[in-house]
């Protein structure tokens, strides 16, 4: 019944900004926690940043913080990633994750739903 479904990657400059979106189907937000991972190439899949509703909490890795905004439109059913400042290490396969439950868990096992991923390339 859940369904994740990301957009918006794309190639940008080093400095640039880019939004990528995270469509869910099936998702009560009130009662589930999503975060953005990403993958790069030969690398392990690391937690970005995450949201919930309740206690409206966001949680963002130190590599992000003052950089990545994370945010979630419910009318939309969709939860966005703002990249601002973006550099040349943050290339990588953006994937969206969600959970039943409020805690934002920065390993991916503790997520239950995943989607298929977008891809930003970060040049020079």
């Known amino acids: 019944q859940v369904q994740l479904v990301e957009s918006g990657g794309g190639s940008v400059q080093a400095g640039g900004s880019l939004r990528v979106s995270c469509v869910a189907s099936?998702?009560?937000?009130?009662?589930?926690?999503l975060s953005w991972f990403r993958q790069a190439p030969g690398k392990q899949r690391e937690f970005v940043a995450g949201?919930?509703?309740?206690?409206?909490?966001?949680a963002y890795d130190d590599s992000v913080k003052g950089r990545f905004i994370i945010s979630i439109d419910n009318a939309k059913n969709t939860v966005y990633l703002r990249m601002n400042s973006l550099k040349p290490e943050d290339t990588a396969v953006y994937y969206c994750?969600?959970?039943?439950?409020?805690?934002?868990?920065?390993?991916?096992?503790?997520?239950?739903?995943w989607g298929q991923g977008t891809r930003v390339t970060v040049s020079s």
């Open positions: 099936g998702v009560t937000f009130s009662t589930t926690a």
């Open positions: 994750a969600a959970r039943s439950g409020v805690a934002l868990p920065s390993l991916p096992g503790g997520y239950d739903y």
């Open positions: 949201i919930s509703w309740n206690e409206g909490n966001t």
